[in-house]
């Protein structure tokens, strides 16, 4: 039989978990207490974490997850080495904003290996999606109410800006449609999991959209409304366009069950966008999307069109702090301080982030730094793909699915925003990359244990067969010895 968990290990999952549903709460932990109280977290579950390892409490079934993880950790802990010769070498402008992002590293690296060791059967990472919907739909429930109400509040006090849009409890309604794209793909993808093997029929359609998992596709319309709401341009886009090209690709590989995945596949975009979110705001994203201007109109030397955007002026005033240090970077965390001798007069708000992610990492860690971030995300991505193509396991396929369709979607919005500079969405994102690790490595103690029993069931018929035949052998060589004897 499997071997149960210890109690020991049953505290740690639940305390990870509840970790992830704390996250952004307290306004996407974008607050120097709040980095505290994450740090914190993560580092009570590391030191219960080690001492399990320690007294042998933890399942040994661990060691291929965290075998499989071994690069993707390494390269988390080069960068963070590289941080810390920025720190201590004195290579940062800003070495304070450093220092707190060599911490936050450390507990990023921290939270994937807690991840991949911990939830390493199929029930636990079950869980573990389980519990990304649950925040995301909570997100997405206290974001849409509070905008189509009127009330518009944040979790403990009333908002200051980004008022008529949905943004949770972030600040940002951005950071909102970034934290929703990574738990939708997560929603879909353990819905695709869930699913049985059977051929298609449309009562067995009607079944996953009105039965049991109907929960879950209700999280799921919740979340795309949500994200509807939040009038972010590219997080709509960018889940979209993910969720079309990973689906495109699922559909494509998996072709015993391609006419009932194009339907759920379909379903999701039909009845969420055409239908749903018709009500709740897409005409206004449309009409936001339409009217971006990107520049300033100029006619004969006179401007007649502002730009409704600063941040392609950001982009183009931040560059040359991109070739001032190209390989060292100027700091982990130290942009608010470097920018401000390069901008212009037309820069007209002060910015502490780059609002692109790639950008902001390259000025920040350069080349030394960013190269291991940049292949620890890669291989997340092919983690997630290679799973993805498991046609042999609808589980993991469909858990490879939702890894990369969030991975992508993140990516993609990391180009005209700064995600990943907020501690929820980026940890959410490590989240991400351990859930697509062991989408192809966790175990599944259920199925060894039938596999076992089989095999014992296989060897005692076998074993009976032949005590059988020896029987039979033997009865045979009597007969013909007592007639040779006649």
Same mark, same amino acid.
């Given at each position: 039989?499997? /071997?149960?968990?210890s109690?020991?290990e ?11 549903? *704390? ?20 580092g009570?579950?590391g030191?219960?974490?080690a001492?399990?390892? *320690?007294?042998? @409490?933890?399942?040994?079934h ?10 993707m950790?390494l ?6 080495? *590289? ?6 070498g004195g290579l940062?402008v800003?070495s ?8 936050l590293?450390l507990g990023?690296?921290l ?15 079950s869980?573990?999606?389980g ?7 909570? /997100? ?5 109410f509070?905008?189509l109400?009127?009330?518009e509040?944040l979790?403990v006090g009333?908002?200051?800006s980004?008022?008529?849009v ?6 940002n309604r ?8 990574m738990?939708?793909a ?12 059977r051929?298609?029929? *449309? ?5 996953? @959209? ?10 799921l319309?919740?979340?795309v409304?949500?994200l509807v ?5 590219t997080g ?5 366009i993910?969720l079309?090209?990973?689906g495109?690709l699922?559909v494509?590989?998996?072709k ?5 995945n ?7 975009i039909?009845i969420?966008v055409?239908?749903?979110s018709q009500?709740?705001? @897409?005409?206004?994203?449309k009409d936001?999307?339409?009217n ?10 006179v401007?007649?069109?502002k ?12 560059y040359?702090?991109l ?22 007069a ?13 950008l ?5 860690y350069?080349?030394?730094g ?11 991505l ?9 046609? /042999? ?8 699915f939702?890894a ?11 180009g005209?925003?700064f ?5 929820a969405?980026?940890?959410t ?5 351990a859930i ?18 089989t095999?014992?069931?296989t ?11 020896s029987?039979?052998?033997a ?5 013909a ?6």
């Amino acid at each position: 039989m499997p /071997q149960p968990s210890s109690l020991a290990e049953r505290f740690l999952v639940a305390g990870l978990l509840l970790l992830l549903l *704390w996250l952004p709460l307290p306004l996407g932990s974008n607050r120097d207490w709040a980095i505290g109280v994450l740090l914190l977290g993560i580092g009570v579950l590391g030191l219960g974490w080690a001492w399990a390892r *320690w007294r042998g @409490l933890l399942g040994h079934h661990s060691q291929n997850t965290l075998k499989a993880a071994r690069p993707m950790v390494l390269l988390l802990l080069a960068a963070q080495l *590289w941080v810390a010769v920025q720190w201590l070498g004195g290579l940062s402008v800003d070495s304070g904003a450093t220092f707190q992002s060599l911490l936050l590293g450390l507990g990023y690296c921290l939270l994937f290996m807690l991840c991949v060791s911990l939830c390493h059967t199929r029930k636990r990472l079950s869980l573990l999606l389980g519990t990304l919907v649950v925040s995301g739909t909570l /997100q997405a429930f206290w974001g849409s109410f509070m905008t189509l109400s009127g009330t518009e509040w944040l979790l403990v006090g009333p908002k200051t800006s980004g008022v008529g849009v949905a943004s949770g409890t972030f600040i940002n309604r951005n950071h909102l449609a970034g934290y929703l794209e990574m738990t939708l793909a997560c929603g879909i993808g353990l819905m695709l999991a869930l699913r049985d093997g059977r051929p298609f029929s *449309w009562v067995n359609l009607l079944e996953l @959209l009105l039965g049991p998992k109907a929960r879950l596709r209700l999280a799921l319309v919740v979340m795309v409304i949500a994200l509807v709401l939040t009038r972010s341009r590219t997080g709509n886009s960018a889940f979209f366009i993910s969720l079309l090209l990973t689906g495109g690709l699922f559909v494509l590989i998996e072709k015993q069950h391609r006419l009932r995945n194009s339907l759920i596949l379909g379903s999701i975009i039909l009845i969420d966008v055409l239908i749903i979110s018709q009500y709740f705001g @897409l005409e206004q994203l449309k009409d936001r999307l339409v009217n971006t201007q990107l520049r300033d109109v100029v006619v004969e030397g006179v401007v007649v069109q502002k730009s409704t955007e600063d941040r392609p002026d950001v982009f183009a005033y931040a560059y040359p702090l991109l070739l001032e240090k190209p390989l060292t970077g100027q700091g982990a965390g130290s942009f608010e301080a470097a920018f401000p001798k390069y901008p212009g007069a037309d820069i007209r708000l002060r910015f502490d982030h780059a609002h692109n992610d790639y950008l902001q990492f390259g000025i920040e860690y350069g080349l030394l730094g960013s190269l291991p971030l940049a292949a620890f995300m890669l291989l997340a991505l092919w983690h997630a793909l290679r799973a993805l193509w498991q046609r /042999q396991s609808v589980y993991r396929s469909g858990v490879g699915f939702g890894a990369a369709m969030g991975i992508i979607a993140l990516l993609i919005h990391s180009g005209t925003d700064f995600n990943l500079q907020i501690p929820a969405n980026a940890a959410t994102l490590i989240i991400l990359c351990a859930i697509a690790v062991l989408a192809g490595s966790h175990s599944h103690p259920h199925k060894r244990h039938h596999a076992r029993e089989t095999g014992v069931k296989t060897v005692g018929t076998a074993t009976a067969v032949g005590e059988a035949a020896s029987v039979g052998a033997a009865t045979r060589r009597d007969k013909a010895s007592a007639n040779q004897s006649i």
